[in-house]
């Protein structure tokens, strides 16, 4: 049977994101995001849902860096639920994004500053060979397509 994972959502930061690493030094961290959405019976009242996320390695790095509380930002991951037993003998769960890729939804001036990357993702960016003054090569006729 056919499974898939993926949760888009933007947001705002409800506080500002802290790194930590783990154990093992891997960096890791978690922050909440505000999504508006809204009230269905008269379409005019929003309501706000609040996501966990989470983001590892160079993406938490890259969140803990360039993101604060009540910045937009745009998450793309998956959702994983944890279960645990805490100090009292309670089981707990806890469902939250785990994100493979974080940008910014900002326009370029609002970040303020040159050196702000675009995105960061889980995945290296595709190899490109395209030259710097165009993207795209124009073929001659369809039988040039490589499909």
Do not use: H
């Not at 999504?35 to 929003?46: A, I, P």
């Not at 910045?71 to 769960?93: A, M």
Request: glycine letters at 4%; one cysteine or more; charged letters at 25%.
């Amino acid at each position: 049977m056919a499974s898939f994972n993926k949760v888009i959502l933007i947001g705002n930061l409800v506080a500002d994101p802290e790194l930590k690493q783990t154990q093992s030094g891997i960096a890791v961290t978690s922050f909440s995001i505000a999504v508006s959405r809204k009230f269905n019976r008269d379409n005019s009242q929003q309501q706000t849902d609040f996501f966990n996320i989470v983001c590892w390695r160079s993406t938490a790095e890259f969140v803990t860096k360039y993101f604060s509380k009540g910045k937009s930002i745009l998450i793309c991951g998956s959702l994983q639920t944890r279960t645990w037993t805490d100090q009292q003998g309670q089981k707990r769960y806890i469902t939250e994004v785990v994100a493979d890729e974080v940008s910014f939804v900002e326009r370029k001036s609002d970040n303020a500053g040159a050196g702000v990357p675009p995105m960061m993702s889980a995945e290296p960016a595709p190899y490109s060979n395209a030259s710097k003054d165009t993207d795209f090569e124009e073929m001659a006729t369809d039988e040039d397509l490589p499909f």
